[in-house]
Protein backbone atom coordinates (compact mmCIF):
# COMPACT_ATOMS: atom_id res chain seq x y z
CA UNK A 1 0.00 0.00 0.00
CA UNK A 2 1.76 3.13 -0.82
CA UNK A 3 1.09 6.38 0.51
CA UNK A 4 2.36 9.99 -0.54
CA UNK A 5 5.28 10.57 1.70
CA UNK A 6 7.12 14.38 1.88
CA UNK A 7 10.57 15.07 2.56
CA UNK A 8 10.52 13.98 6.25
CA UNK A 9 9.62 10.81 5.53
CA UNK A 10 6.12 11.61 7.30
CA UNK A 11 2.51 10.99 5.71
CA UNK A 12 0.74 13.98 4.21
CA UNK A 13 -2.60 12.17 4.17
CA UNK A 14 -4.51 13.17 7.49
CA UNK A 15 -7.00 10.93 9.26
CA UNK A 16 -9.73 13.40 9.28
CA UNK A 17 -10.29 16.35 7.44
CA UNK A 18 -12.97 18.91 6.98
CA UNK A 19 -14.76 19.72 3.75
CA UNK A 20 -13.84 22.93 3.34
CA UNK A 21 -9.95 22.10 4.18
CA UNK A 22 -10.04 19.73 1.50
CA UNK A 23 -11.04 22.27 -1.31
CA UNK A 24 -9.24 25.36 0.29
CA UNK A 25 -5.44 22.95 0.14
CA UNK A 26 -3.45 23.60 -2.76
CA UNK A 27 -2.47 20.03 -3.47
CA UNK A 28 -0.80 18.29 -6.26
CA UNK A 29 -3.28 15.50 -8.85
CA UNK A 30 -1.33 12.65 -7.16
CA UNK A 31 -1.77 14.39 -3.85
CA UNK A 32 -5.47 14.70 -4.72
CA UNK A 33 -5.71 11.14 -6.01
CA UNK A 34 -3.76 10.09 -2.99
CA UNK A 35 -6.18 11.61 -0.86
CA UNK A 36 -9.53 10.50 -2.58
CA UNK A 37 -7.98 6.48 -2.48
CA UNK A 38 -7.73 7.34 1.35
CA UNK A 39 -11.20 8.60 2.00
CA UNK A 40 -12.18 5.00 -0.26
CA UNK A 41 -10.18 2.80 1.58
CA UNK A 42 -11.53 4.46 5.14
CA UNK A 43 -8.52 5.53 6.22
CA UNK A 44 -9.43 9.40 6.00
CA UNK A 45 -12.55 10.49 6.92
CA UNK A 46 -14.42 13.82 6.05
CA UNK A 47 -15.68 16.15 8.89
CA UNK A 48 -17.86 18.99 8.88
CA UNK A 49 -19.02 19.13 4.79
CA UNK A 50 -20.47 22.23 3.55
CA UNK A 51 -24.12 21.82 2.52
CA UNK A 52 -23.14 22.09 -1.16
CA UNK A 53 -20.46 19.89 -0.91
CA UNK A 54 -22.83 16.98 1.01
CA UNK A 55 -25.20 18.16 -1.65
CA UNK A 56 -23.01 17.18 -4.82
CA UNK A 57 -21.65 14.20 -2.92
CA UNK A 58 -25.72 12.90 -3.22
CA UNK A 59 -26.42 14.54 -6.51
CA UNK A 60 -29.26 16.78 -5.52
CA UNK A 61 -29.30 20.57 -5.32
CA UNK A 62 -28.34 22.65 -2.38
CA UNK A 63 -31.27 24.62 -2.04
CA UNK A 64 -33.32 21.03 -2.03
CA UNK A 65 -30.81 19.83 0.91
CA UNK A 66 -31.95 23.61 2.75
CA UNK A 67 -35.35 22.66 2.05
CA UNK A 68 -35.18 19.29 3.09
CA UNK A 69 -33.11 20.73 6.99
CA UNK A 70 -35.98 23.10 7.08
CA UNK A 71 -38.79 20.70 7.65
CA UNK A 72 -37.42 18.14 9.97
CA UNK A 73 -36.76 21.17 12.10
CA UNK A 74 -38.84 20.63 15.16
CA UNK A 75 -41.07 23.36 15.53
CA UNK A 76 -40.47 25.79 18.72
CA UNK A 77 -43.51 25.93 20.94
CA UNK A 78 -43.79 29.07 23.55
CA UNK A 79 -46.08 27.81 26.26
CA UNK A 80 -48.93 30.46 26.87
CA UNK A 81 -48.71 32.02 30.38
Known sequence: MSTYRNGSGRST???EIS???AVLQRRS???RAELAAAIVRGQ???TRLTT???ARLCGVSAPYVHQVQRANTPVVQLAAE
Do not use: N, S
Open 44 to 46: THL
Open 13 to 15: IPT
Open 29 to 31: KKE
Open 19 to 21: GLR
Open 52 to 54: VQA
